[in-house]
């Protein structure tokens, strides 16, 4: 009777190891799912960055025509003809709008860049998650057979 309740509380337990495998490779797969669903935000919200700052880029260029019309319309008032110091005016203006819209394209590729980089570190613990959950589903097989080994082992002839 002692042999049959060690064996039976050896198959308890072996089920049990075999249960928490199964628990934790279910785990690891659910956050890997939600790390690819982060992931996936992520992209979604750096390409919205980079189209954003794209929208902002031609806002400033329309603001540019608007500001360089402007200096035009006032040259013309002052006389009719360009003189050097309009044009350098002129000139400078047309750089630094240069400049921002620059600035404005790069900044939404950097945080763009950045959010793909944070997607992609999120995708990776998703895997490494998988990873390992699959490990201790495995731990779990061979604890789940060391328990009945050594329950079959200790039962006495």
Known sequence: MGAVLLLAGAGLMAAGQLKQ???AEAEGQFAKKIAIRN???LERQAKAEREASSMEADRAARQEKIVMGAQRA???KSGGQIAGS???FLADT???F???QNLILRGGMIRGQELTEQGQIKKAEGRWAATLGKQAKQLSYIKAGGTVLMAAGSIKK
Do not use: F, K, V
């Open 94 to 96: 047309a750089r630094q």
């Open 86 to 88: 309009t044009l350098d």
């Open 98 to 100: 240069s400049i921002q």
């Open 21 to 23: 495998g199964r628990i």
């Open 74 to 76: 006032q040259a013309g």
């Open 39 to 41: 992931q996936q935000a």
